[in-house]
């Protein structure tokens, strides 16, 4: 059927502060008031969220299973940024899963901190989504060339070298293995991870120069207490494995406990009487000294002197977040994408800015110097960084929110600890994170779920609206209006095999229920006959039912159709005679008078596929059906003399799912929705697309129906999964938040007074549009 409205509201809504629907009433399980938009993109479980504000817009960090973190508006519900993820490693092609997100405001710019299962711990820029850097453990305060420096390691195993008076990064060594003093200066042995025989060097902290040159061992043999290396000579060029066996190269002997190398008087017997030892595959040698050995799938160690000495070490890739102490106060560092080492002041943690953590920069210079911490000053950087510990939950003054044990969420007072309404449920999977922010003064939760979404709640509302009923026992799947003794009302029809009426204005039953129908209800349209309502039904097969929504039961006898299986209905008038448009799996449109109870003419034939939507509307004072196909196209027929009027609507790239007729500034018009994800608005008069193509529609399978706003014109309402989301038909933007329902949004039907009946699962519920500005 038709609606009638002009015109378009001017301004696009926002999530928490534009025009809102509201529950007039519900039967069953109410929706709860304070939940708002859903955000979706990620591809797993959502393991942890954070709230930020950037350039005054409320923004949330998610972090995943899918490996992926991403920032959302909170205004729009769109991304930021494009999904940023943390390392992959190189030789397993594996990239590190997230476990939490943080944010914070690092010396006046807003980042989000993403923890890592390879120990890092990231951080991002949230203005432009872009890496600025990640924290480091500091390992040592020296002094190279007179000038004092930190050494810190990456969770990577990159050591950076830094200026602790500037700032600046003097160098960075990747696949750092261990440190030393060699010949009094500080030296660090690295190991190439990406070449096949895992090269390993030693290199000067001050300078980058290489030290070394590589060997490979032949073979590693025990010989009366000692292990020596036994390797090919000594290769031309510093760096470059020795090759065993090559003519003119005299085999050498090492032995590993002093680095020296053996005479071949002492390494006589080696050959005949050693045994054979695995794991050390290269020798690395300094001055005529082995100083550092390697081995496949092990990382290389200083051996000799330099594996003995206090300050002498292996460097551990596996503890990245650890804190320091500077001048007496607990710090972290990070390694920037500038290229600086940047110190950060962690004592203070009570400082907050729009509900963001504050860290502030140290300027190191006149300071004691850094040193790691003692166990007495030890703790989990993640912990400092983020506030979250064992047990912390989100906060929004005055009211806390906690994860239950069970997944769900409560909010409760947070001077008595008591829960403020029933909890915030409505994933289908378990929370496992919560945050708050707050918007235009009003509280807002974050949840992350395991169903793999985001949703946002309104905390200035307590509870749902309207008194509980019951209805239906199984899923709402069609929806009609009609009128009875002069007052509007809803008929609802299901899987229940039931037909029930609703009045409008109080949700009581007011007739029925109608039981026993023959199979689910898929399809359902009003008449009036015979001065009489007449409500027609279709389920899983050809039949059309003719029912009685007052005194129950069939007033006619069924009518069969040639359909095989019937898809959509819709009712019209033709000639002063009520009739019904029928559309099929057999790729027709029928016409029956409801009076007469027969077809009316023959079949409407030119679908070459499945005919799965029907509406009906007036052009030019006749009478006109809209139908959408699988085989992607819309076409307009004539009802009254059965002929497809211009050519089909092509534009859409898979099958059109649903279609509904309106007015937009006073000319028919008609939307299509398609499974490619797209909503278009046609023109029916010149047969042409109205505006652009409205993009990113989540659930192309779910139902539609045209509404009104308070100023009269017209909005589409969408059913997507759980939500209901509006949109401007004449401006192509959204003309309302959308509205979240406990369950899945199965059926649509606009009524008078541009109220709107839902189905959601087996309940019923009536929205009232916003109210005028």
Do not use: C
């Not at 378009?8 to 939940?35: C, E, F, I, Y």
């Not at 994860?403 to 029933?422: F, L, N, Q, S, W």
């Not at 779910?702 to 997507?720: E, F, K, N, Y």
């Not at 959204?734 to 329902?741: K, L, P, R, S, T």
């Amino acid at each position: 059927m038709s609606e009638t409205s002009t015109g378009a509201p001017d301004d696009v809504n926002a999530l928490m502060t534009g025009p809102r629907w509201t529950v007039q009433w519900s039967d069953g399980p109410v929706p709860d008031q304070r939940r708002l938009r859903s955000l979706v993109g990620h591809g797993g479980p959502v393991r942890a969220v954070a709230t930020a504000v950037v350039d005054g817009r409320p923004v949330v960090v998610s972090g995943s299973r899918d490996n992926t973190v991403r920032m959302w508006d909170l205004a729009t519900g769109g991304q930021l940024h494009d999904p940023v993820t943390g390392r992959t490693d190189p030789l397993s092609s594996l990239t590190a899963e997230v476990l939490s997100v943080a944010t914070a405001e690092a010396d006046g710019k807003p980042v989000a901190f993403s923890l890592h299962g390879d120990d890092s711990v990231l951080v991002w820029d949230l203005a432009t989504g872009g890496a600025a850097g990640e924290f480091v453990r500091l390992v040592e305060s020296t002094t190279l060339e007179g000038r004092r420096v930190l050494l810190a390691l990456g969770a990577d195993g990159t050591l950076y070298v830094g200026d602790l008076l500037t700032g600046r990064r003097i160098g960075a060594f990747p696949s750092a293995a261990g440190l030393a003093t060699l010949h009094g200066r500080r030296v660090v042995l690295t190991v190439d991870d990406a070449a096949v025989d895992r090269t390993v060097r030693v290199r000067d902290l001050a300078s980058g120069e290489q030290l070394a040159r590589t060997l490979a061992v032949a073979r590693t043999v025990a010989l009366d207490g000692r292990v020596l290396a036994v390797t090919a000579g000594e290769p031309g060029e510093p760096g470059e494995p020795g090759e065993p066996g090559e003519p003119g190269r005299e085999e050498r002997f090492w032995d590993l406990a002093t680095g020296e190398p053996a005479t071949a008087r002492s390494a006589a017997g080696v050959l005949a009487g050693g045994e054979d030892l695995p794991g050390v595959s290269t020798l690395t040698v300094v001055d005529g000294h082995a100083v550092a050995v390697g081995g496949d799938g092990e990382e290389p160690r200083f051996i000799g002197p330099l594996a003995v000495a206090r300050q002498n070490g292996a460097l551990v890739r596996t503890r990245a977040r650890e804190t320091a102490v500077l001048g007496g106060r607990t710090v972290a560092l990070t390694a920037e994408a500038d290229g600086t080492l940047r110190i950060w002041d962690l004592a203070d943690d009570r400082q907050h800015v729009n509900g963001m953590r504050v860290l502030r920069s140290v300027d190191a210079n006149g300071v004691a110097p850094a040193l790691p911490p003692g166990p007495e000053q030890e703790a989990d950087l993640w912990h400092r960084i983020s506030g979250r510990g064992p047990g912390s939950a989100g906060s929004a003054d005055p009211v806390a929110l906690t994860v239950e044990r069970d997944g769900t969420v409560v909010v409760r007072d947070r001077a008595t600890g008591r829960p403020v309404g029933p909890p915030l449920t409505g994933h289908t999977g378990r929370v496992t994170d919560v945050a708050t922010t707050v918007v235009d003064g009003r509280p807002v939760a974050v949840t992350a779920g395991a169903d793999h979404t985001i949703r946002t709640w309104d905390l200035t509302h307590a509870h749902g609206d309207g008194p509980p009923r019951t209805g239906h026992t199984a899923t709402v799947s069609a929806i009609t209006t009609a009128v009875l003794d002069g007052h509007p009302v809803a008929v609802t029809a299901g899987a229940d095999h039931a037909l029930h009426v609703w009045d409008l204005a109080t949700g009581r039953q007011v007739a029925g229920p109608v039981t026993g129908l023959e199979g689910a209800v898929n399809a359902l349209a009003g008449s009036v006959v015979e001065g009489k309502p007449l409500m027609v039904t279709a389920g899983s097969g050809d039949v059309l039912r003719l029912l009685d929504p007052v005194g129950g039961g069939d007033r006619h006898e069924p009518l069969t159709s040639h359909h095989g299986r019937v898809l959509a209905l819709a009712t019209a008038t033709l000639d002063g005679r009520p009739v019904v448009v029928t559309a099929g799996a057999d790729r027709t449109v029928a016409v029956w008078d409801l009076a007469a109870r027969r077809p009316v003419g023959e079949p409407l034939t030119g679908h070459s596929s499945r005919v799965t939507a029907v509406a009906t509307a007036e052009l030019a004072g006749r009478p006109v059906a809209v139908t959408g196909s699988w085989d992607r196209t819309v076409r307009l027929w004539d009802l009254g003399t059965g002929r497809q009027i211009g050519e089909p609507l092509a534009g859409h790239t898979d099958w059109v799912t649903s279609v509904a007729t309106t007015l937009v500034d006073g000319r028919p018009a008609a939307v299509s929705r398609s499974r490619d994800r797209t909503v278009r608005l046609w023109d029916l008069a010149t047969m042409r697309q109205i505006g652009d193509v409205q993009t990113g529609d989540t659930d192309p399978n779910g139902p539609v129906a045209v509404t009104t706003g308070s100023d009269g014109r017209p909005v589409l309402a969408m059913g997507q999964g759980q939500a209901v989301r509006f949109w401007d038909l004449a401006t192509g933007r959204e003309a309302a938040d959308e509205y979240v329902f406990p369950l899945a949004v199965a059926a649509l039907a606009a009524a008078p007074g541009g109220r709107l009946v839902v189905g959601f699962g087996p309940e019923v519920a009536v929205l009232r549009r916003p109210a005028a500005e």
